[in-house]
């Protein structure tokens, strides 16, 4: 319960809130252009009916000059084309000039400025410079060349065309005067209404284009989300697998240092040996925190204090005895920390019978260690 409030209140990635507008905006934004798009489709639709309508009612009405007065019609449509084409045409033509003469034009001023490096150098010495110009010049010159020749033969073709076109309108229109004046109403209408289903074709596919892009800023936010979200669940996963390790060890070390103490407990209850069990319970009892007290308690002036004796071996040492099994089940199952706790006490106590021995050996006035 406290991890989902300490989450909970937690403070917000900002990017979370960046990511979250601009996924609310391209929302809206989606939702209006899907709607436009719609009101678009459904008016093509509608211009489409209401124009098959309207062309089937002129059909009715004007008979068979309609069907008479058509070549005509096509013609005129074909010379409209052919007028366009002759016009790109002629714009093409006339850049490829325009870069004929400008290429012309260079060549003419390297060639002037070699004349004059030779007439300055006695016709000895060319420059490197205005030798690389010379040849690029040229190059754009043969370049604009081929250009302006495939511009010309294009321009005659095209003009050709037109010309064709022109001649048949107006023949047609000569032969077909009647029948052209009389279907005249058809052919305008179904102009006007091929342009506004061209126009409205031109704003769906726009808008077609807009929902596009807005859905795609939609599944870019989306994914931005989605990566920040795996970022902050992996950062989560790495704190809490950190807490848990914490936790567990805390546990463990909890746990083994209460098994040792009924462990100790266990075999003080079960040792018949005295001295045995009273340094399991010492063992028990130690604290690596604090020192064991020496009550030193002399009842005459003439105590040697513990600061001023000197510590000297035994005379006779004592040679120590193997460790019984039970002593070294024991020790296995000590820490370091109570093993140097039971050394230092052990060590205390020798110190304690040594001052004492120290102090039962009766001195004389007159010898040196009196005055210590």
Known sequence: MSEGVAECTEKLDPRVQIELERLNTATDEINRLEVELDEARLAFRRLLAEGHLRIQQLT????TSVHKARPYYEARFRANITSQELQAANITYDKANSAHAAAREMVYLAEQGLARLAEGSGGLTLDPAWQ???NHATHRVNQAESDRAAATVTQRTKAAA?????ALVQQLQNGLKRHIAKSRPYFEEKARINSALEAQKARIQTLEVQVADAKQKYSSALRNLERISDEIHRHRSRRQSTRNDVD???ITDTTSESNASETLEEL???NNDEN????????????PDTWTEIDLDYSSPEEISFEKCSLRPRST??????????????MEMLTDDQIASLML????????????????????????????
């Open 132 to 134: 690389e110009m010379l």
């Open 248 to 250: 567990r060890s805390t």
């Open 268 to 270: 003080c209850a079960h």
């Open 162 to 166: 037109h010309r064709a076109a022109t």
């Open 317 to 330: 040492p004592e040679k120590s005895s193997p460790p019984s099994p039970m002593e070294t089940k024991v």
């Open 345 to 372: 006490d052990a060590q205390l106590e020798a110190v304690c019978e040594r001052l004492a021995g120290v102090a039962r050996i009766p001195r004389s006035p007159q010898s040196p260690e009196a005055r210590y």
């Open 60 to 63: 009715k009405k004007l008979g």
């Open 276 to 287: 045995v069990r009273e340094w399991l319970r010492r063992a028990d009892r130690s604290d």
